[in-house]
């Protein structure tokens, strides 16, 4: 079993940068797939990026494509989402979420580890 707890959320200019970070307990966190989702108000959860175990393979919604970066430090049991650019639309709470297996995974239920999430707004 595995607990997560995002961190680094907060308020930022469109334009500017944040970077969120997922920790987790437990061991064997590189057994993970793991992601970044989010949610706006009114709107249902959805995927913004996805890691393999190894970092090695990575997805990226459309909508942040060649602004946002996910990468995973195994040493430290912890998963990042890079956040540049950062657009009015991208305000949302970010959840991070983790189910075992090694391949890239971008699906996840509620059977699957979440974290309670990370408040990110981003003004005009």
């Known amino acids: 079993q595995v607990q997560l707890v995002e961190s680094g959320g907060g308020l930022a200019q469109a334009g500017g940068s944040l970077r969120l970070s997922c920790a987790a307990s437990?061991?064997?966190?590189?057994?993970?797939?793991m992601a970044w989702f989010r949610q706006a108000p009114g709107k249902e959860r959805e995927i913004v990026a996805a890691?393999?175990?190894?970092?090695?393979?990575?997805f990226y919604a459309d909508s942040v494509k060649g602004r946002f970066t996910i990468s995973r430090d195994n040493a430290k049991n912890t998963v990042y989402l890079q956040m540049n650019s950062l657009k009015p639309e991208d305000t949302a709470v970010y959840y991070c979420?983790?189910?075992?297996?090694?391949?890239?995974?971008?699906?996840?239920?509620?059977?699957?580890?979440w974290g309670q999430g990370t408040q990110v707004t981003v003004s005009s």
């Open positions: 890691i393999n175990w190894s970092g090695g393979a990575t």
């Open positions: 437990g061991r064997s966190f590189s057994r993970y797939a």
């Open positions: 979420a983790a189910a075992v297996g090694y391949g890239l995974k971008i699906t996840y239920s509620q059977d699957d580890y």
